[in-house]
């Protein structure tokens, strides 16, 4: 896999990780301990996939390894003929300057690779979503009626028309006489009822509040609302992440190249190429993020039952 489709991949995941990352900070809750732990793998993810970019070629990597080498003892030799040493003097600085290089090499590769990556990555232009670009002034709106015609404004209400009298059947039945109506009764007649001690209290009118000890608490209702709305918020973010974690183990795999993607060979691959093996870290701390937000979903589920 070549260097400019590696950055152009890692590029792509690393957008899908910053969207997760973002709505794990809208959802407002990121002080609880599975998704700090979360936020802590994926802002970890992101620097191995940044190193994973910035990894320089074998045949580069033999070069400036020999010419470091070189400087250290040459350095070394000029140092210690300064000093009027011998050449057992000579020997022990320039084996101690290349011990000392040894051990710094991988704390240098990884800033070196740190500075690589994010120069490489910068170039690579990231399209993760669809962009929604406005029609252009004068174009025709997908919901504007044709050229030419007038819409009917929803404010009128459609014409009615008026049913015409039908003409009287010679079948039709006679109407039976409208009986008076009952006499309301006087004033005078109508007594007070006699309220007695076991008469039923007056109902809550509509719209007002029972009593108190049949409303719910208000603690408990606030905590079921801003559940929800976490939940909602982050529902979307494990599937964003299984996306990344797909286009990752493509990577990996093409990376290692058609043909060798046994165990044993997968295995070799990761001791062996330094991508790799960034990859293969990257990959283990997604698995990890998505896991603890699944964990936290499903702690807010428990608590909105």
């Not at 809208?26 to 940044?50: E, I, K, N, P």
Request: charged residues 15%; positive net charge.
């Amino acid at each position: 896999m070549s260097a400019r489709a590696l950055s152009a991949e890692l590029a792509a995941i690393r957008a899908l990780v910053t969207d997760g990352l973002t709505e794990i900070g809208d959802a407002g809750d990121a002080g609880q301990v599975w998704l700090r732990s979360a936020t802590a793998r994926l802002t970890a993810l992101d620097g191995a996939l940044t190193e994973a970019a910035g990894v320089l070629a074998a045949p580069t990597r033999v070069l400036a390894v020999t010419i470091v080498t070189f400087l250290v003892v040459a350095g070394s030799a000029t140092l210690a003929g300064a000093l009027g040493l011998g050449t057992t003097g000579t020997l022990t600085v320039a084996g101690t300057a290349l011990l000392i290089t040894f051990a710094a090499l991988p704390w240098a590769g990884r800033h070196v690779y740190t500075l690589l990556g994010r120069h490489r990555l910068a170039r690579v232009p990231v399209h993760s979503r669809p962009s929604t670009a406005s029609a252009p002034a004068g174009a025709p709106s997908r919901l504007s009626p044709p050229p030419g015609t007038s819409p009917r404004s929803p404010a009128s209400p459609p014409a009615t028309r008026t049913p015409l009298p039908s003409p009287p059947s010679p079948f039709a039945l006679p109407t039976p006489p409208s009986q008076p109506a009952a006499a309301a009764p006087s004033p005078s007649s109508a007594r007070p009822a006699t309220p007695t001690p076991f008469a039923s209290q007056p109902s809550s009118p509509p719209g007002t509040a029972g009593p108190p000890d049949a409303a719910a608490p208000p603690g408990v209702s606030a905590l079921a609302g801003v559940s929800a709305l976490a939940e909602n918020r982050l529902a979307a973010v494990p599937d964003r992440l299984l996306r990344a974690r797909v286009r990752l183990v493509s990577a990996a795999l093409r990376q290692v190249g058609a043909g060798s993607w046994s165990a044993p060979e997968l295995r070799r691959a990761i001791r062996t190429d330094p991508v790799v093996r960034r990859l293969a870290h990257a990959d283990q701390l997604l698995c990890q993020a998505v896991d603890c937000v699944e964990r936290h979903l499903g702690d807010l589920r428990k608590d909105g039952l």
